[in-house]
């Protein structure tokens, strides 16, 4: 075999080893063009770094020993408009606080109870002197000075036993520190009020409103609890505790 013949190649063989001499070229350019155009940015990010550092060299020696007066008036005037530590200035300066306050603790004072023996007039006590007496806190204070003004005031101790939540063990042990005056006790003019403030009493409902209002229509003024007699509606215990509460004037 001729040698001649190894180095003999087609017209097909020639046109591909041309187009890979092309790429094997081109691809040379390239990576020689990229690597000259990456030098500079590293040189750069180098170089700036460098100045940062010289920087950051020449503040220190700004602030040694070496510095001059002029320098130092400046770095200390400086330092008094932004000192270090104090962030966030603007919130000092706010009218309000940042932080919740804690409202205040305030103890628990004890009422001090009335001694044993003492008398309490049961129309006139507000719910402070009521909660002096033993037995009586601020649930039951609001409660009987509640149905008080409800009834026009008490004419018997008894009728704490009507308070709500006071039962016959507990009436038991705080009657013996009461006593009424009925010179306190307002009375309600059959004659000039309607049925709807009859009925707010809690001894009327709204059939005996409605039958005194009626009545006092029919006869146009009521005289006394003899007209009251009349209506079927009332029975003799109706009577006997709306007494001390009804007024014929």
Known sequence: MNWRDLLYFSKGERRALTLLLCLITIS???????????????????????????????KQIITGKDISERERDSIRKESELHPKGKKNTHKENAPFPTKKTRKEYKPYVRTEKFPEGTL??????????????????S????????????????????????????????????????FTDTLYIRKLNVNALPAA???????LDYRQAKAIEQLRKQKSRLSGWENLQLIEEFTDMDRKRLRPYLSFE
């Not at 155009?37 to 750069?44: H, Q, Y």
């Not at 309490?120 to 806190?137: C, F, Q, R, S, Y």
């Not at 409660?143 to 008080?148: A, D």
């Open 28 to 58: 040379w350019i390239l990576l020689l063009w990229t690597g000259k155009k990456a030098m500079p940015v590293a040189l750069e990010t180098d170089a700036h770094r460098t100045g940062k550092r010289l920087a950051s060299d020449e």
């Open 139 to 178: 649930t039951f204070a609001r409660r009987i000075v509640k149905y008080r003004e409800l009834l026009g005031g008490f004419y018997t101790v008894g009728q704490l036993s009507e308070v709500y939540g006071i039962d016959e063990e507990r009436y038991t042990a705080l009657a013996p520190w009461f």
């Open 197 to 203: 403030d009859l009925r707010r009493h809690p001894y």
């Open 120 to 137: 309490v007039e049961l129309n006139a006590a507000d719910t402070t002197t009521l909660k002096k007496v033993p037995g009586i806190g």
